[in-house]
Nanobody, 117 residues
Framework: QVQLVESGGGLVQPGGSLRLSCAAS????????MAWYRQAPEKERELVAT???????RYADSVKGRFTISRDNAKNTVYLQMNSLKPEDTAVYYC???????????WGQGTQVTVSS
């Protein structure tokens, strides 16, 4: 089993920044993908960014140039640096983990990000 614990959410003004962290523990496989997804009220969960164990990243078009995903493999931790935040970034942000050979993610409990003046 894998456990994921997110932290770093909160309330921020438009144009501000936040950094989310997600610590993974348990049965972590070397070849894996970690990700951030988000879900706004009455919307489906959507991809924000993913990063492989070798550091290959992918971003949603809506966050390119504003968000940066990174990871520390020694700590089994993934980060999401969010800059130039917009009200439409308001959502619950979920950390995900999956093995490369598995399609489904394991999820953390989520952390709320609210962008409002």
């Amino acid at each position: 089993q894998v456990q994921l614990v997110e932290s770093g959410g909160g309330l921020v003004q438009p144009g501000g920044s936040l950094r989310l962290s997600c610590a993974a523990s348990g049965n972590i496989f070397g070849r894996n993908v970690m990700a951030w997804y988000r879900q706004a009220p009455e919307k489906e969960r959507e991809l924000v960014a993913t990063i492989t164990d070798s550091g290959v990243t992918r971003y949603a078009d809506s966050v390119k140039g504003r968000f940066t995903i990174s990871r520390d493999n020694a700590k089994n931790t993934v980060y999401l640096q969010m800059n130039s935040l917009k009200p439409e970034d308001t959502a619950v942000y979920y950390c995900g983990y999956r093995r490369v050979v598995v399609a489904d993610y394991k999820w953390g409990q989520g952390t709320q990000v609210t962008v409002s003046s």
